[in-house]
């Protein structure tokens, strides 16, 4: 009895405190996760015992022993995946980047992860974010939730010539590039290219300014707006036609402009 409480007054005396043995005594059970979830295995990755090893206010430090499986017939050039860590009610509490390269067909690769959380994970997922072109007829698309909206509100919204609704709209987009295009009686259309990098995630938004009118738009810093057609712009003016006469502007008079959509001249005509 006099060891065990020496034992203690030891860890006391040290700073060691009794919080981060209590978390190892609570790690989770080891998990694994085979990827993708339908469709043929590709990768098998199993992740251990989620190890607390640091902490900063609510913040704590995990490291996990990982392996992955190279499941598939071919060899893994290069892939990264995002591991997420849930708690017990499915709300997300942390992520980390696992990357494999050159792994063979069959062949299975060990390393540690650590990982950030807001506490010990009850469940984990994997998302890729990065794959070899190999990999594509295999896996399906990626895909992220971006909000779509336009000023003012109300526009159909067309991706890729699909229609997907009124904005403002989440819409699903895979990565890529695409096409956004709107349209609302009593404004000209309006189109907006955009893409979709393998590394961006959901929760990004696209906003788009319809405009009433057949002219540029130029407001001035005193308040004024002009409407015409805008001739150029340089660094130190922008000439607009206005009434056919061309009016030349100092550039810090310029407070923003306002460009309508034109189709390119026909070169042949």
């Given amino acids: 009895m006099r060891k065990v409480i020496a034992v203690v007054f030891l860890l006391l ?8 043995l209590s978390a190892y005594a609570k790690d989770s059970p080891a998990q694994v996760i085979v990827w993708p979830e339908r469709g043929a295995p590709v990768v098998r990755f199993t992740f251990g015992k989620f190890k607390e090893v640091g902490s900063l206010g609510n913040e704590r430090t995990y490291i996990t022993d990982t392996t992955a499986e190279n499941l598939w017939s071919k060899p893994i050039p290069n892939a990264n995946f995002a591991l997420y860590l849930f708690d017990k009610n499915k709300v997300r509490i942390g992520q980390a980047t696992l990357t494999i390269s050159n792994v063979s067909p069959g062949e299975t690769v060990k390393f540690q992860t650590t990982v950030a959380s807001s506490g010990p994970p009850a469940s984990l997922s994997v998302t890729p974010t990065y794959l ?9 698309l990626r895909k992220v939730s971006v909000t779509v909206n336009t000023v003012p509100q ?3 919204a067309k991706l890729d010539g699909e229609e997907v609704g009124i904005t403002p709209k989440i819409v699903q987009v895979a990565v890529g590039k695409h096409m956004l295009e709107f349209s609302k ?16 995630a959901s929760g990004g938004s696209v ?35 206005v009434g056919g006469s061309d009016q030349r502007l100092d550039r810090n ?12 001249p026909d070169q042949a005509k």
């Avoid at 070899?132 to 399906?140: A, C, Q, R, S």
């Avoid at 009686?185 to 961006?200: A, C, K, T, Y």
């Fill in 13 to 20: 005396t040290l700073g060691v405190g009794f919080v981060g």
């Fill in 132 to 140: 070899p072109k190999e990999l594509g007829p295999e896996v399906p």
């Fill in 154 to 156: 109300g526009a159909m």
């Fill in 185 to 200: 009686e009593g404004f000209n259309s309006g189109r907006f290219p955009f893409e979709i990098g393998p590394d961006d």
């Fill in 207 to 241: 906003s788009f300014e319809l405009s009433t009118s057949v002219h540029d738009t130029i407001e001035l810093r005193d308040g004024s707006v002009l409407s015409g057609d805008v001739v150029s712009v340089s660094g130190m003016e922008v000439v607009i036609k």
């Fill in 253 to 264: 008079q310029v407070k923003r402009i306002l460009f309508v959509q034109r189709e390119a």
